[in-house]
């Protein structure tokens, strides 16, 4: 792709979110095109429909989410046995950082079922699932929680109400992130309810195995 059409595809891609942060994934090509100060045509010639727009918007965010996952089983693996803690709060700190970029998954839209797509998610899933298996390891980590619970509370988390103010966003993220991990040790008073929750994420997992192992797993207890 020469360099002025990687130009034009970043700022329509930037455009989308910021239109569908606001108005949701219905708001009109036009208006994102107007956005990314291109022509209509030039959107078309990259994202022949709204699907394929949504679509590599998605995919960009599952990559981010991904990068933050991988940085976090990195901190899994230092010496301490509050690594794995600190390996989870990297995690939600670096998703509520990237949150402009995680409209889609994070905030609504299909999950799409084509390949790059199961491949990202089974590898989020599979980063989460080693730095909690390292947390349980250590004795850091309930045993009653799973990748989906930390993806969700990411998702939640990274989303305001409605209203709050801008200079309030940042510290309240925090605070639930606070909250989130003290909630996460072993010896809590309350066992979690039901079974644990599913998501496409998951759902998938026995199609995505033909991929291989996550790149990274844990291979060995390091203390």
Do not use: K
């Not at 990274?158 to 510290?171: F, I, K, M």
């Amino acid at each position: 792709m020469r360099a002025d059409a990687r130009r034009n595809q970043q700022r329509i891609l930037d455009a989308a979110r910021a239109m569908f942060s606001e108005h949701g994934t219905a708001a009109p090509l036009d208006d994102i095109a107007r956005r990314a100060n291109v022509s209509i045509a030039t959107l078309y010639r990259r994202f022949p429909d709204r699907a394929a727009l949504c679509r590599q918007v998605a995919i960009e965010g599952y990559e981010t989410v991904l990068a933050e996952a991988r940085a976090a089983q990195e901190v899994a693996e230092e010496g301490g046995p509050d690594a794995p803690l600190r390996a989870v709060e990297r995690f939600l700190t670096g998703v509520v950082d990237q949150r402009s970029r995680l409209v889609l998954p994070l905030f609504g839209g299909p999950a799409f079922h084509v390949e790059e797509a199961i491949v990202l998610r089974h590898r989020i899933t599979g980063s989460l699932e080693a730095v909690l298996a390292r947390g349980r390891e250590r004795g850091a980590v309930r045993d009653d929680v799973n990748s989906i619970d930390l993806l969700m509370a990411a998702a939640m988390i990274s989303r305001p109400l409605p209203n709050t103010p801008p200079e309030w966003l940042d510290t309240t993220a925090r605070r639930h992130i606070a909250v989130h991990l003290d909630g996460l040790r072993p010896g809590a008073t309350h066992h979690l309810p039901g079974p644990e929750p599913e998501h496409a994420f998951s759902r998938e997992t026995p199609a995505a195995a033909r991929l291989g192992p996550v790149e990274n797993a844990p291979t060995e207890h390091r203390a």
